[in-house]
C-alpha cells in the first residue's frame, strides 16, 4: 500500500512538472491581455525628420500603419474606461489597446484625433489645463518653432548659426538642457525679446486652446483625463501642493468643458515621479484610475491608480518595437534592468 502511494504521488508530481510550464504558457497566451500607450505630438514623416525635438513626436505616418496593423491582428482599440472594465473583466483571449494623448498641443486637435477620427478609433486625451489657460509658458516648443525657422538665431551670449537640420537639433538639445528647471520661463521670455518674437502669438500657434478642447469634447470618440494644471513632478510636491495639482486640474476640466474627467495621469510618470502617497491622492480627488510611464501590460486583477503605461516617441517607428510593447517584453526587460 504505502509502496502504490508513493508510486502515485510520483506519477502525479511527473505529471505537474511537465503541465505547470504548459499551463504557464497558456495562461500568458489565453488571459486577458491590455497595453496602454502615450505619446506627446504628432508630426507626418516629412515635418517630422526636420524637427529640431523630433523624439518629441510620433511620425503619424507610423501611427496610421500601427492602427491598421492593430485592428488587423485583433486587438480591441478602446477607451481608458473600457480598458479598466476589460482588466476587471480578465475574459480570456481578450486583447485591446488604449492611446493616451499627454499634455496636449495644438496638433493633438489639427492632426492627432483627425488620424484616429479616419480610423473610427477612440483616444484618451489627458490635458494640462495651464496649457489652453496660458499660465504654463512652453518655452521647449517655442525654442523648437524659433530654431526650425531661422538660420541664426540669438543667445544671452551672441548670436550663433544653425543652418541645417543636425545644427538646429545639437542647438536644441544643448539650449535647452541649459534652460531647464525654475529658470526656464525666464530664460525664454529674454530669448523671445532679443529674437523679436511674440510670446503670445509663439504660445498659440502650439497650444491647444479651450475652444478645441469644446469640440474635442463633443467628438464621440474622445476621451477627456487630467494631466495637473503645471506639469509639476507630483513626488517633489508637499501633500497639499500634490492635491492642488490632481484636484485643480480635475476642477478646472469641470469649469471650462462641464467634464468631470474620470482618469488622470502623472506628468513624467516613472517611478521616481509618482508613488503610494500620490496614488492616494488621486483616488482622493475623484479619480476612478491614474496612469504612470512604467512599462507593462494591463493584466486581469490590475491596480487601477499605478497603471503602466509604454512612452512611445520618435525613435518608435517600427512595428517590431511595437510587437515588444504588446507581448510586455518591455516591460519585463525595465523591471530586470530597474528602469521604473
Ligand atoms: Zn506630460
Not at 149 to 175: M, S, W
Request: proline share 4%; charged share 25%.
Amino acid at each position: 500500500m504505502k509502496h502504490l502511494l508513493s508510486s502515485v504521488a510520483r506519477r502525479m508530481a511527473t505529471s505537474e512538472a511537465l503541465i505547470r510550464p504548459i499551463t504557464m504558457a497558456a495562461n500568458l497566451l489565453m488571459s486577458s491581455r491590455g497595453c496602454l500607450v502615450t505619446f506627446h505630438r504628432g508630426a507626418s514623416s516629412q515635418a517630422w525628420e526636420k524637427l529640431p525635438n523630433r523624439d518629441f513626436y510620433l511620425d503619424l505616418d507610423f501611427l496610421d500603419q500601427f492602427l491598421s496593423y492593430l485592428t488587423e491582428r485583433g486587438w480591441d482599440v478602446v477607451t481608458m474606461e473600457e480598458a479598466l472594465h476589460r482588466s476587471k473583466l480578465g475574459k480570456a483571449n481578450d486583447r485591446f489597446v488604449n492611446f493616451s494623448v499627454d499634455d496636449c498641443y495644438r496638433d493633438t486637435f489639427e492632426e492627432v484625433v483627425p488620424l484616429f477620427r479616419r480610423h473610427n478609433l477612440p483616444v484618451t486625451l489627458f490635458v494640462t489645463t495651464g496649457i489652453p489657460d496660458r499660465t504654463l509658458p512652453l518655452w521647449a516648443a517655442g525654442l523648437e518653432d524659433t530654431l526650425l525657422n531661422n538660420g541664426r538665431v540669438i543667445l544671452e551670449d551672441g548670436a550663433i548659426d544653425v543652418p541645417t537640420t543636425e545644427a538646429k537639433q545639437a542647438a536644441f538639445h544643448r539650449i535647452s538642457s541649459s534652460w531647464d528647471g525654475p529658470e526656464a520661463a525666464a530664460r525664454y521670455a529674454a530669448f523671445c525679446k532679443l529674437n523679436g518674437i511674440d510670446i503670445d502669438a509663439m504660445h498659440w500657434k502650439h497650444a491647444i486652446s479651450w475652444d478645441m478642447l469644446e469640440a474635442l469634447r463633443d467628438d464621440p470618440l474622445v476621451e477627456i483625463g487630467a494631466h495637473t494644471v503645471t506639469h509639476a513632478r507630483i513626488s517633489s510636491l508637499s501633500p497639499a501642493g500634490a492635491r492642488a495639482e490632481l484636484q485643480g486640474s480635475r476642477d478646472r476640466l469641470i469649469e471650462r468643458l462641464g467634464v468631470a474627467a474620470r482618469h488622470f495621469a502623472f506628468p513624467y510618470g516613472r517611478s521616481g515621479d509618482c508613488g503610494p502617497r500620490d496614488f492616494e491622492i488621486a483616488r482622493d480627488a475623484g479619480f476612478a484610475s491614474a496612469a504612470t510611464t512604467r512599462k507593462g501590460l494591463v493584466r486581469n486583477g490590475q491596480e487601477a491608480f499605478s497603471l503602466p503605461r509604454n512612452t512611445i516617441n520618435g525613435a518608435h517607428r517600427s512595428l517590431a518595437t511595437m510587437e515588444l510593447h504588446l507581448t510586455g517584453v518591455t516591460g519585463a526587460a525595465a523591471r530586470m534592468s530597474g528602469r521604473v
